[in-house]
C-alpha cells in the first residue's frame, strides 16, 4: 500500500525520531476519521428525522381526513331528524356538480405535499449517492 502514495507523503521535516511522527499523525489522521463518521451519522440522523416527519405529516393528513368524514356523517345524522340540512345539501351540490376539477377537496392536496418532498428527497438522495447506476432509470437507453 505504501508504494501506492506519492512519495511526499512520507517527507522528513523534522527532527523529531520518525517512529513518534508516525504516531503522532496516525493519532491525528484516526481523529479526523472519526469526525467524518460523526458528521455522517448526524447527516443521516437529520435526514431520518425529515423523513420521519414528513411521513407523520402524511399520516396526521389522512387522520383528520378519516375524522372529517365521520363528523360529516354524525352532522347528516342529525340534520335528518332537523327541518334544514344545509351541509347535507351542500355537499350534493358538490357531488353532483358536473365540473368536478371546480372543487378539489383540500385533503387531497394536503396529501400531496408530503408525498412531492419524499419524492424530492428520494431525487436528491439518487443523485448524491455514489454508484447510483444500479438503478434502472439511470442507465442509458
Known sequence: MKADLPATLFRRVSETPPSILF???????????DR???????ANSFFLKINTGLCFWLRLVRSYRY????????????????PLAPFTAEWNALR???DSRQYIPLTNLEVWIPRSFI???????????????LFWFSQPH
Open 23 to 33: 504516531l503522532e499523525q496516525y493519532r491525528i489522521y484516526l481523529q479526523l476519521l
Open 36 to 42: 467524518i463518521a460523526d458528521r455522517r451519522q448526524s
Open 67 to 82: 375524522l372529517k368524514a365521520a363528523k360529516f356523517r354524525v352532522v347528516e345524522a342529525i340534520e335528518e331528524q332537523l
Open 96 to 98: 353532483k356538480d358536473s
Open 119 to 133: 419524492i424530492l428527497y428520494t431525487a436528491i438522495i439518487h443523485l448524491l449517492i455514489p454508484g447510483r447506476d
